[in-house]
């Protein structure tokens, strides 16, 4: 298995990052090739993150632009969701999270120092995303990710915090 290490400070810049989110705690882990990072859902340097260029896979995707579409702050390049590519791969399973989708897909456990579960989810989230491209590769499902998935994601989220109308006449 791999080995991560948590990492203290600002977050890099990198090409990638791997989020996962715990709304209720108000912190994320992100995964920094193997470094793992923790912050605060709205620190400077994570919303930095959120709005660059740089390819994020963000774990359940729909619930991160929910909650920052509310606050005004729209997520730049979220590329993948384990989520939603666990959906495609097995649209009849009954649930797709983390670690259901490591198991199904005999994610090895990322070896990582920390008692933070928050920390170690980055981690797994990184393995088992790497795993999930592959497979979505395979099975030639990237269109549907890439152009239709993710960005329902995003216009469903919108729905939910705003509603939207109905043309009664139309």
Do not use: C
Request: glycine residues 4%; without cysteine.
């Amino acid at each position: 298995s791999v080995k991560y290490t948590v990492a203290e400070g600002e977050i890099p810049e990198a090409a990638e990052y791997h989020v996962y989110i715990d709304y209720e705690s108000e912190t994320a882990a992100v995964a920094v090739e193997t470094e793992v990072y923790s912050t605060n859902l709205v620190s400077e340097n994570f919303l930095k993150i959120l709005q660059s260029t740089a390819a994020k896979n963000i774990y359940d995707v729909k619930l991160a632009h929910k909650f920052y579409l509310s606050r005004e702050i729209e997520i730049k390049n979220a590329n993948f969701d384990v989520v939603l590519a666990g959906y495609l791969l097995s649209p009849a399973a009954s649930g797709y999270d983390l670690d259901r989708l490591a198991g199904e897909y005999s994610v090895a456990i990322p070896e990582i120092d920390t008692d933070s579960e928050l920390v170690k989810k980055a981690a797994l989230l990184r393995e088992t995303a790497l795993i999930l491209k592959d497979e979505i590769q395979k099975n030639e499902l990237e269109d549907l990710l890439r152009n239709i998935e993710m960005p329902l994601s995003e216009v469903l989220a919108s729905m939910e915090n705003h509603g939207f109308l109905i043309d009664r006449q139309g």
